[in-house]
């Protein structure tokens, strides 16, 4: 599916929130959106989802316009995931097993069918057959995040939303999460919206990233053009470059030599800078 915003914009009561946003979702990425607070994300992510019912301007979806009710209201588009940030606020079932299967009940699915689905979505996050018949508020908070966003994973969407997925949690439990969607988003041509503020996560897993300065896309970027070439975006939006670029940089400045990188992934900078390290041929300030 491609999903594309023609001019778009959203207006809450006397507030611009989205001014004439175009923009187009490919499938099989990872796309970050990122913003200061108030810049406009959740209502460009709520747009996407047909959460908000008066647009104006065109939302296309495999070049059709998106459904519209007997009003000319959008649908809520019910073949995207969303994840709204702390998901596990609205984790409410008895256990973990009828959590996951409560949306797939609604549909009429049957307890083969559903138990099939859940033991193929359960590794996908990591998770064990053992938390099944476990209360939700059992588990730690890293769990309860996973089980909240499989419960959406098990409607098998391809396009995800995920708004600030890993606020709140410890520095294992995001970096084992971020790792666990990038490998869901990398099978079957799935795409990832990742709203966040973090430039290091944005820098490790992104292929392409959106910026939102007071309501406008300032552009939709390669991740690697947007650090490398195009970092004045970043200032203007007063965001900072994630620090292994900021590395890099220094690195390039002491010692003279330009270093070629085919992705801003902390390893891969690493490994470039770190010859240059040992063989002293950084100037020393
Ligand atoms: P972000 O997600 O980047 O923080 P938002 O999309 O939440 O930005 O907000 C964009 C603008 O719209 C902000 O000025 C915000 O105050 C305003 N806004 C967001 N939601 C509402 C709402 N429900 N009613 C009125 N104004 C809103």
């Not at 890293?142 to 909240?148: C, D, S, Y």
């Not at 999460?177 to 709203?195: A, G, Y």
Request: proline share 4%; hydrophobic share 40%; net charge negative.
């Amino acid at each position: 599916m491609v999903y594309q915003l023609n001019n778009v914009s959203v207006n809450y009561s006397n507030r611009m929130a989205l001014r004439n946003v175009s923009c187009t979702i490919e499938k099989d990425k990872w796309i970050s959106v990122i913003g200061q607070t108030g810049a406009g994300k959740s209502t460009f992510v709520q747009v996407l989802k047909g959460l908000i019912p008066h647009i104006n301007g065109d939302y296309l979806i495999d070049h059709q316009p998106a459904k519209r009710d007997a009003k000319g209201q959008l649908k809520v588009i019910s073949e995207i995931g969303f994840v709204f940030q702390y998901p596990e606020h609205q984790l409410f079932e008895t256990t973990v097993f009828k959590e996951l299967a409560f949306a797939l009940k609604q549909q009429g699915w049957s307890n083969e069918q559903i138990k099939k689905s859940i033991s193929e979505v359960l590794p996908q996050l990591g998770l064990s057959e053992d938390i099944l018949p476990l209360a939700p508020f059992q588990l730690s908070g890293g769990l309860k995040r996973r089980v909240a966003i499989a419960s959406v994973i098990m409607m098998n969407p391809k396009l995800l939303i995920v708004d600030e997925p890993t606020a709140g949690l410890d520095p294992v439990s995001k970096v084992a999460l971020l790792r666990l969607l990038k490998n869901w988003q990398q099978q079957d041509n799935r795409t990832i919206i990742f709203v966040s503020h973090q430039m290091e996560d944005v820098a490790e897993y992104s292929d392409e990233v959106i910026v939102f300065h007071e309501g406008c896309l300032m552009g939709q970027l390669d991740t690697c053009t947007l650090f490398l070439e195009q970092s004045h975006l970043l200032e203007k939006i007063g965001m900072s470059l994630p620090e292994s670029v900021q590395l890099l940089k220094l690195v390039e400045e002491l010692s003279g030599e330009k270093i070629k990188i085919s992705c801003c992934r902390e390893q891969e900078i690493f490994e470039k800078i770190l010859p240059i390290w040992k063989a002293g041929r950084i100037l020393h300030v």
